[in-house]
């Protein structure tokens, strides 16, 4: 399993994104809605359906698994993204390893934090969190909202999906750093390279030094 460093990126800290890979997770999408997303987005008819299908099969094995039901699950371009937590070190490898056993998860970005169960308010608190970022990206002129999957966790926010262009991945991390109560900003947005296959984004402009970036991946 190959990893790559992620940058986190303050409230009001954002410049530059670099993708990382270890970890995915959310809400199920069928076929019938995948193909009225698709119809606006970056990615085809027949990747929106892998990622679902990935999604589902990912869900389905974590819940098999009684001690990760507080673990979330989003899929875009087969990146996995994992948030949520977890009582124990083991459950959070255990997470990982699950969602790397199905076919087609061709990352797994593993955001998941070890803590104790948590309770609604906090949920609530993530869910108006990630409302407030899906208005930002709905509002800009500059970015195609549907390009981009939103998931908040204790006031981080991630972003997957695939970008028309670097110029929009930025813009709507951007977008996102400015919405209410967001502490950090994770970028898993990826873009197609020439050959049309979606590819991480690699910036064109070193990253600042930044006293919170973390490495991502087991046991980050």
Do not use: H
């Amino acid at each position: 399993m190959e990893s790559f460093m992620t940058k986190r990126f303050a409230n009001l800290g954002l410049i530059a994104l670099l993708p990382l890979v270890t970890g995915c997770a959310t809400a199920v999408v069928g076929a019938a809605g995948a193909t009225a997303v698709t119809a606006t987005q970056e990615r085809s008819f027949g990747e929106a359906v892998d990622d679902a299908s990935v999604s589902n099969q990912v869900k389905t094995k974590l819940l098999a698994n009684g001690s990760l039901g507080e673990v979330d699950v989003e899929v875009a371009g087969g990146l996995v993204l994992l948030s949520g937590r977890v009582q124990t070190p083991e459950l959070r490898l255990k997470a990982e390893s699950l969602a790397w056993s199905v076919k087609r998860a061709t990352d797994v970005a593993n955001e998941i934090r070890i803590e104790s169960p948590g309770g609604f308010f906090a949920n609530a608190s993530d869910e108006i969190i990630s409302a407030r970022v899906r208005a930002r990206l709905l509002g800009s002129s500059n970015v195609k909202a549907s390009n981009f999957n939103v998931e908040t966790y204790g006031g981080t926010v991630y972003l997957l999906g695939v970008a028309s262009s670097a110029a929009e991945l930025e813009k709507a991390a951007e977008e996102a750093s400015y919405a209410g109560g967001v502490q950090q900003v994770v970028s898993y947005v990826r873009l197609r390279n020439a050959r049309g296959q979606i590819v991480p984004y690699q910036s064109s402009t070193p990253a600042p030094e930044n006293p919170n970036e973390l490495l991502g991946g087991p046991g980050s």
